[in-house]
């Protein structure tokens, strides 16, 4: 009698156990990635697409526009969706994002949040998802720093 | 029940279930995806160049800015007493504790808005409050700061006081980047004595 106790014991503590790690992989707001991932992905522009190379594209993909603008008319493309950026994370957004087959193009006119975007849905796991990156280069000084040849320190403050 | 199968059943249950749980490394996000999600949204994560021009004009200690881009492009100019982080060395544990601040505001820039929105999401999901990105990068600076003129015939006096801000920190701005590493230090010492002689304190 006391070793089935004891065993009832252990059993209990395990479905405890069990019980916590099943609440806390059900919990789809929980980011699960190494954040090198991203680093690494952003540091090679492999997290970036451009619509040449989206034209491309042999597997399935679809855009997800994010943003406030609609997508430019240039890029002729019918295969989007639009998904404000704020409720991207609603339960029916989230299942579409989920149930799209092959690669998940994030557009959005302000490149900012596309790149907030995109860091959160790597982050929660979504494989195969790209910028749409349309070619002008903000992180690109476009100004040249002129220095003042006359600059220096005032001799007596020095 | 003999105590060494009771523990051996136990640690091995456990093993199974640890085996099972999702990799979860020091450097992954201590934020919930949705509260993730509703700060990315809210305009309160940017500082506008004017703002920044202030922190800068004002030596201000409660804020400290992160320049992301490379050493290179910091050497070439960058805001007067930022700090350089590559963005490739955000995740350095050597960094945390410049990054991870509960009483100063980190602002990041780079060139545009992107790698710096890169970087705030990174450092806010890893739970580093207080984070905040100069909204148009370094491209705006030189537009709004370094290049802006006033071109009407009058001038009210919140024009006035912005204009004069801006001002302020072109001047800093190209007199520090115009001196040599070795004394850009020194410059803020003088600027500091300066202004204590113009007050009318203590040197």
Not at chain 1, 33 to 54: G, Y
Request: net charge negative.
């Amino acid at each position: 009698m006391n070793q089935l106790k004891n065993l009832k014991i252990v059993v209990l503590v395990l479905v405890v156990l069990l019980i916590l790690v099943i609440v806390r992989n059900s919990n789809q707001h929980i980011f699960k990635q190494e954040v090198k991932t991203a680093l690494e992905a952003v540091q090679n522009n492999s997290n970036l697409i451009s619509p040449e190379q989206l034209l491309q594209l042999k597997s399935k993909w679809l855009v997800v526009n994010i943003g406030a603008d609609n997508l430019p008319d240039s890029l002729r493309i019918e295969n989007s969706i639009r998904l404000p950026f704020e409720n991207l994370l609603d339960r029916a957004n989230r299942k579409i994002l989920e149930e799209v087959e092959g690669d998940l193009i994030l557009y959005s006119s302000d490149e900012a949040t596309a790149s907030k975007a995109w860091i959160i849905l790597n982050q929660l796991g979504f494989e195969n998802i790209f910028i749409l990156n349309l070619g002008d280069n903000q992180e690109v000084l476009k100004y040249k720093f002129q220095p003042d040849t006359t600059a220096r320190l005032e001799q007596d403050s020095i | 029940m003999d105590a060494r199968i009771k523990y051996s059943v136990l640690l091995i249950g456990v093993g199974i279930i640890l085996a099972f749980l999702p990799f979860n490394a020091a450097q992954t996000f201590q934020l919930k995806a949705d509260e993730l999600l509703s700060l990315s949204v809210s305009g309160d994560m940017y500082f506008s160049v004017d703002q920044v021009a202030r922190f800068v004009n004002n030596e201000d200690s409660t804020v400290q800015i992160i320049d992301i881009r490379s050493a290179e492009q910091y050497r070439e100019c960058n805001i007067p007493g930022s700090v350089n982080i590559p963005f490739s060395e955000l995740l350095n544990p050597l960094w945390e504790p410049t990054l991870n601040q509960k009483e100063i505001k980190t602002i990041f820039y780079g060139n545009g808005d992107q790698t710096a929105n890169y970087a705030w999401t990174i450092v806010t999901g890893m739970g580093y409050s207080n984070s905040y990105v100069m909204k148009g990068g370094l491209n705006e600076w030189f537009k709004t700061v370094m290049l802006s003129q006033y071109s009407g015939e009058k001038i009210t006096p919140a024009e006035n006081a912005r204009f004069e801000n801006r001002l302020n920190a072109r001047k800093i701005f190209t007199q520090i980047n115009s001196l040599p590493d070795s004394l850009k230090t020194r410059f803020f010492d003088a600027k500091r004595l300066t202004q204590s002689k113009l007050d009318g304190g203590c040197e």
